[in-house]
């Protein structure tokens, strides 16, 4: 049993996580301010789970709040989710950006070496990769991200990797996502942006559901099979899977390793919307759009080194992706404040 405290655990990846950290037996304490996610993910997280995470609401920029909770709780491990991620917007608000993905990791990793808590697992992206000169992306790919957000993340993981390197007896492991989506399959929780979504499946959820009038897909001419973006889309129930594969790495290792989570295996747009058409059993409206800045055309993850380091693979499929979060959407029209 491992005592873990989760920044950013009532988000959408962070309580798939914490869920997966609770049926595993760890003690979970929740730091999280509630700028982009709902207290009753964690409610619903306790009723699923049979047990109930320790809640403290609080910002990672607020250095006497976290120290407040590390001298109480003593965590053994941080799994660090808090921070902002939506592309397109990292490009209208870079400096927002900066400083609660940059000031805010900077802020952890202070009070974590104050109280001597040396393993973090830290949720990368793999924006940090940028363009692709060749795929699929290893973590040996060149790092040139695109947009803000992108640069965050790769700043922050420099961070990290001085800290550890500063530090005897530290291990990290920094976990670069490939596109998470769907809903635990129980349908009570799941991805429950504020106003209107940035990401895909929430998006074309809320079409099918009548709630938006039609996806916009931004670019249609890029290189790929049918000229919109491709990715590398993973289920959040294998990243939560993940992230238990992260943490046990990290408590048996010392220094800092990056580890891609995908699939391995990449879908378009086009294919994700007639998937989701197929889950939700209607046509859904779309139009194309002027390419988004940031946006690159495809984004596909190597996955050897998740399988050797970590034992880990993803085992769901696109179909088990649509398939949950339209149960999630039929379930919660609106979200945590149905």
């Known amino acids: 049993m491992t005592r873990v405290l989760v920044t950013g655990g009532a988000g959408y990846i962070g309580s798939h996580t914490a869920l997966a950290l609770l049926r595993a037996g760890h003690d979970v304490l929740s730091f999280d301010n509630y700028a982009n996610s709902s207290p009753e993910a964690l409610r619903r997280v306790t009723v699923l789970a049979g047990r109930s995470p320790e809640i403290v609401e609080g910002d990672i920029r607020d250095r006497a709040a976290l120290d407040a909770v590390f001298f109480r709780f003593r965590p053994d491990a941080v799994i660090h989710f808090a921070g902002l991620k939506a592309v397109g917007e990292s490009v209208e608000r870079p400096?927002?950006?900066?400083?609660?993905?940059?000031?805010?990791?900077?802020?952890?990793?202070?009070?974590?070496?104050?109280?001597?808590?040396?393993?973090?697992?830290?949720?990368?992206?793999?924006?940090?990769?940028?363009?692709?000169?060749?795929?699929?992306?290893?973590?040996?790919?060149?790092?040139?991200?695109?947009?803000?957000?992108?640069?965050?993340?790769?700043?922050?993981?420099?961070i990290i990797r001085d800290?550890?390197?500063?530090?005897?007896?530290?291990?990290?492991?920094?976990?670069?996502?490939?596109?998470?989506?769907?809903?635990?399959?129980s349908g009570q929780i799941g991805e429950d942006p504020n106003g209107i979504p940035n990401n895909l499946l929430p998006y074309l959820a809320r079409v099918a559901a009548g709630r938006l009038e039609r996806l916009g897909i931004f670019g249609n001419d890029y290189d790929t099979r049918d000229g919109t973006g491709e990715r590398d889309f993973i289920h959040v129930s294998d990243l939560a899977d993940a992230h238990l594969a992260a943490l046990d790495f990290a408590a048996h290792q010392i220094g800092a390793t990056a580890i891609n989570v995908g699939t391995g295996q990449?879908?378009?747009?086009?294919?994700?919307?007639?998937?989701?058409?197929?889950?939700?059993?209607?046509?859904?409206?779309?139009?194309?759009?002027?390419?988004?800045?940031?946006?690159?055309?495809?984004?596909?993850?190597?996955v050897d080194r998740a399988a050797r380091l970590l034992n880990w693979r993803a085992t769901r499929d696109v179909a088990d992706m649509c398939v949950s979060?339209?149960?999630?959407?039929?379930?919660?029209?609106?979200?945590?404040?149905t």
């Not at 104050?114 to 793999?126: E, G, L, N, P, Y």
């Not at 990449?266 to 209607?282: D, S």
Request: hydrophobic residues 35%; charged residues 20%.
């Open 95 to 158: 400096l927002a950006y900066y400083r609660t993905n940059v000031t805010g990791t900077q802020e952890v990793l202070e009070t974590m070496q104050t109280h001597d808590c040396r393993q973090i697992v830290f949720s990368s992206s793999a924006t940090v990769y940028g363009e692709a000169r060749y795929l699929p992306f290893d973590e040996d790919h060149p790092l040139a991200p695109t947009s803000p957000y992108g640069r965050t993340k790769l700043f922050v993981e420099d």
């Open 163 to 185: 800290w550890v390197h500063a530090r005897r007896g530290t291990s990290a492991v920094m976990l670069r996502y490939f596109n998470p989506v769907g809903a635990d399959m």
């Open 325 to 337: 979060t339209w149960n999630w959407q039929s379930r919660n029209p609106d979200g945590y404040g």
């Open 266 to 302: 990449g879908a378009t747009v086009l294919e994700m919307l007639h998937a989701f058409e197929t889950a939700a059993g209607r046509q859904i409206a779309y139009q194309f759009l002027p390419r988004r800045p940031g946006d690159v055309a495809r984004s596909l993850a190597a």
